[in-house]
């Protein structure tokens, strides 16, 4: 195995002026007379790396035939290049093809829809906007991981298979082994869920909060990291059938705390990928979102703001503005609104918190006023909404009201009453949805462009 | 909120003889006529801290009654304790409680089965043996993610819900919206898919390995590490229905890059688990398996053997030995075979290549020999089979052959033949079963004691 051009870029020192062999494949080349030129890339790195080659190899003639995303075995020499916008080069003593790609390569250098390349998203990784995108969302990823890792956070997998229904935070996928044809002919008059893999009807899960409530009462702080499903049957830009999501709970933490940790996080995330993917954020910056840096720098040189969701409400009646949606307490916010809010009051992402109890979970912690609770969402310029989170009931009696006037299946909670029979403690958490931060930080507009194979209505393709 | 009990012990010096807060749950206490001693822990570390009061306290006849698990806000001053097992400890100027524990809380301090704990799946984290296991679970996987990410390599989700079969590598549960109990009575005579949510007929995949190559061919390095699926109806202590897999892919790399790649991670895992969580392997050491320490540094201070299977074969028939599934060259090793071979004849892991093809997958490299396929399977000591893995068949024709002569349906493949039609590369990769890493680094025999909230047959609860 060569060594990755990857490995160059970290340390040049190491193979300047020495005889290296690389692996890659084509992303441009052109010949002259009497030199030829080739971009190859392999994959480890945002930019290509430039290789040189002229008259002395003996395949000279064959070389410029190669196709665009032909492989190849490069030998040659690593030099500081004369030329501007590369540092390094490769003076190619010998060059073989690994495998000549077929002419018809659908991904030939021209300008592709971004339709077009969901319909080869198996190729599409090669083109620079969608390496980019999956590199950073690895790095994001990773950062998330690190982030709380070190801080001692202990990463729970919640499950993904669930009978429990999470009591209406959306549409669910049912998930079974009988046999859907032979029910037909079953002449059953119900389906009999004893028969089923699990002994009961399951379903994929759209939350793993009320699982990481357990495991925040053992370890105090902990998250998850896991793929969450919806069902539903929408079709628009920011809403996946299948995406991933973090969902932190911290023990001892009131809903001050959770604003600290979300901000904190979300600022660390950001700062990682403005470290360690600085090609690919500027290729964003100059290609899919103009304002892309000075948003991510506003967001990590900026604190949050921090308001009520009751001056949230002043402030919308105050504004000078006609709102399609009318604006009074009692109402769910609308993208307008926290837009209006996050870009053009505070210019910055904005914490709003304490919602009428009536539009949130039953989990929440009620406020003295028995009016409102204690949930936040992170509004941020140019998206909206990022985060939600609360802190959560912890008082049993409230929470045990709550749910029978809600008609909850007690006996299916009995286990997350538990939490509050055992050990009680004030407690908080909130979600992020992955591929909203990875949209966040890419600048992509389609959530279908930011995940690697995405499954919405009607389609699962690959 | 108070620090945590990892932060007194992470850097005591900053808060030796200082008044601190600290918050957490009682795992012991007993009180004598002038003192009271509590082991508090905040689930931040594996160790609690011991809480010394006095008769100054207001409340001390009431802090006794204090039933196990009650949460407690304690001030005091941190001092060096004077018992030899533990460093720390507070003389408490104030205990509260946030919340005395129902009498009935079901872990009181004895010793209760795994299979009762089972069923408090959402308090067992509170036990010791738990908490040690789901926080090693959390160490490991952020040690995978750490090995690969210093590598360079991009972490890829693969898709959950997939509509391929994956070609018989297992059981598949099936994701659907279609209403079933509407289907009884729909007169239909077959399922119309059309009518499902994704307009085919889905499942929850069983390996991302097919999508990680077309990634690998995008980026060189990457690894899957994602939740997967088995429908099977088998009720052992290896196997799960929903576990996670990390399924790393490299490109331009053999099966001697593979088996490189494979041993240097294990290594690293161990090696992370053993600096970081030091206490929690003691008390498996102690309490669950008395031969672990000796066996993780085996593993890390040994290279592994590396035989083929044609030599694994004239190792068993020569084994002074009788075996139940007796030995022949094409058989597929079993278990007693597998730790034969590792525990007795090497004493330490070890790499078994080249297998029969017919015994092994469609997608496997085939050998010059054109009897054996480029395969690996990884057998350590205690466990038998724990990495699986092979070089991919790059080469269209062969592979396309195989596939046709296996009767696959090509067109749901034509995409995983685009990646060999442009700019195919030698790559290989290998599947880790997260849980059997959990399993064989704490020690722990059942699966479902590694997993928060276990899937197997006939049990999906909370």
Same mark, same amino acid.
């Given at each position: 195995?060569?060594?990755?051009?990857?490995?160059?870029?970290?340390?040049?020192?190491?193979?300047?002026?020495?005889?290296?062999?690389?692996?890659?494949?084509?992303?441009?080349?052109?010949?002259?007379?009497?030199?030829?030129?080739?971009?190859?890339?392999? #994959?480890?790195? *945002?930019?290509?790396?430039? @290789?040189?080659?002229? =008259?002395? /190899?003996?395949?000279?003639?064959?070389?410029?035939? $190669?196709?665009?995303?032909?492989?190849?075995?490069?030998?040659?020499?690593?030099?500081?290049?004369?030329?501007?916008?590369?540092?390094?080069?490769?003076?190619?003593?010998?060059?073989?093809?690994?495998?000549?790609?077929?002419?018809?390569?659908?991904?030939?250098?021209?300008?592709?829809?971004?339709?077009?390349?969901?319909?080869?998203?198996?190729?599409?990784?090669?083109?620079?906007?969608?390496?980019?995108?999956?590199?950073?969302?690895?790095?994001?990823?990773?950062?998330?991981?690190?982030?709380?890792?070190?801080?001692?956070?202990?990463?729970?997998?919640?499950?993904?298979?669930?009978?429990?229904?999470?009591?209406?935070? #959306?549409?669910? *996928?049912?998930?079974?082994? @009988?046999?859907?044809? =032979?029910? /037909?002919?079953?002449?059953?008059?119900?389906?009999? $869920?004893?028969?089923?893999?699990?002994?009961?009807?399951?379903?994929?899960?759209?939350?793993?909060?009320?699982?990481?409530?357990?495991?925040?009462?053992?370890?105090?702080?902990?998250?998850?990291?896991?793929?969450?499903?919806?069902?539903?049957?929408?079709?628009?830009?920011?809403?996946?059938?299948?995406?991933?999501?973090?969902?932190?709970?911290?023990?001892?933490?009131?809903?001050?705390?959770?604003?600290?940790?979300?901000?904190?996080?979300?600022?660390?995330?950001?700062?990682?990928?403005?470290?360690?993917?600085?090609?690919?954020?500027?290729?964003?910056?100059?290609?899919?979102?103009?304002?892309?840096?000075?948003?991510?720098?506003?967001?990590?040189?900026?604190?949050?703001?921090?308001?009520?969701?009751?001056?949230?409400?002043?402030?919308?009646?105050?504004?000078?503005?006609?709102?399609?949606?009318?604006?009074?307490?009692?109402?769910?916010?609308?993208?307008?609104?926290?837009?209006?809010?996050?870009?053009?009051?505070?210019?910055?992402?904005?914490?709003?918190?304490?919602?009428?109890?009536?539009?949130?979970?039953?989990?929440?912690?009620?406020?003295?006023?028995?009016?409102?609770?204690?949930?936040?969402?992170?509004?941020?310029?140019?998206?909206?909404?990022?985060?939600?989170?609360?802190?959560?009931?912890?008082?049993?009696?409230?929470?045990?009201?709550?749910?029978?006037?809600?008609?909850?299946?007690?006996?299916?909670?009995?286990?997350?009453?538990?939490?509050?029979?055992?050990?009680?403690?004030?407690?908080?958490?909130?979600?992020?949805?992955?591929?909203?931060?990875?949209?966040?930080?890419?600048?992509?507009?389609?959530?279908?462009?930011?995940?690697?194979?995405?499954?919405?209505?009607?389609?699962?393709?690959?």
């Amino acid at each position: 195995m060569g060594i990755s051009i990857r490995d160059i870029f970290l340390s040049p020192e190491k193979y300047l002026d020495k005889e290296i062999t690389v692996e890659g494949w084509i992303k441009t080349a052109r010949a002259s007379k009497n030199f030829g030129f080739i971009e190859l890339t392999d #994959g480890t790195v *945002f930019k290509p790396i430039q @290789i040189v080659y002229g =008259k002395d /190899l003996e395949n000279f003639g064959e070389i410029d035939k $190669y196709t665009i995303s032909s492989s190849l075995k490069v030998q040659g020499k690593l030099v500081q290049s004369p030329g501007k916008n590369q540092s390094f080069e490769i003076q190619a003593s010998k060059i073989e093809a690994e495998s000549v790609s077929d002419a018809s390569y659908p991904l030939q250098k021209k300008r592709h829809t971004m339709e077009y390349l969901r319909t080869i998203a198996h190729l599409r990784p090669r083109s620079n906007t969608f390496n980019a995108v999956f590199r950073v969302r690895s790095l994001i990823a990773y950062a998330i991981h690190k982030f709380f890792q070190e801080k001692g956070f202990v990463y729970v997998h919640a499950p993904i298979i669930t009978a429990s229904d999470a009591e209406g935070a #959306g549409e669910m *996928f049912q998930v079974t082994t @009988i046999d859907m044809d =032979k029910l /037909l002919h079953s002449g059953a008059d119900k389906v009999d $869920y004893s028969m089923d893999f699990f002994n009961k009807k399951t379903s994929l899960t759209v939350s793993g909060q009320l699982e990481a409530e357990a495991f925040a009462l053992a370890f105090k702080n902990i998250y998850t990291f896991g793929p969450t499903f919806r069902a539903e049957n929408s079709n628009t830009q920011r809403h996946a059938a299948e995406f991933w999501m973090i969902e932190p709970e911290i023990a001892f933490a009131d809903l001050n705390v959770n604003m600290d940790i979300a901000e904190e996080m979300l600022k660390y995330i950001i700062t990682y990928v403005l470290e360690n993917a600085p090609n690919e954020l500027e290729f964003f910056n100059n290609f899919i979102d103009k304002n892309l840096l000075e948003r991510l720098h506003n967001v990590v040189d900026n604190e949050f703001a921090r308001i009520t969701y009751t001056e949230a409400i002043e402030i919308l009646e105050k504004a000078d503005r006609e709102f399609k949606y009318p604006v009074k307490w009692g109402i769910d916010l609308q993208t307008e609104h926290e837009r209006y809010i996050t870009e053009e009051v505070y210019k910055k992402p904005v914490f709003v918190t304490n919602y009428p109890k009536e539009i949130k979970a039953f989990y929440m912690y009620e406020n003295e006023d028995k009016k409102t609770v204690a949930a936040m969402d992170l509004l941020v310029p140019g998206v909206g909404e990022i985060i939600g989170g609360s802190q959560r009931e912890h008082r049993i009696e409230i929470l045990e009201d709550k749910m029978k006037n809600m008609g909850m299946e007690m006996d299916t909670y009995n286990w997350y009453l538990d939490l509050r029979r055992y050990g009680s403690v004030v407690h908080s958490g909130y979600g992020l949805g992955f591929e909203r931060a990875v949209m966040y930080i890419t600048g992509m507009k389609n959530i279908r462009d930011v995940i690697p194979f995405p499954r919405t209505v009607g389609n699962a393709e690959f």
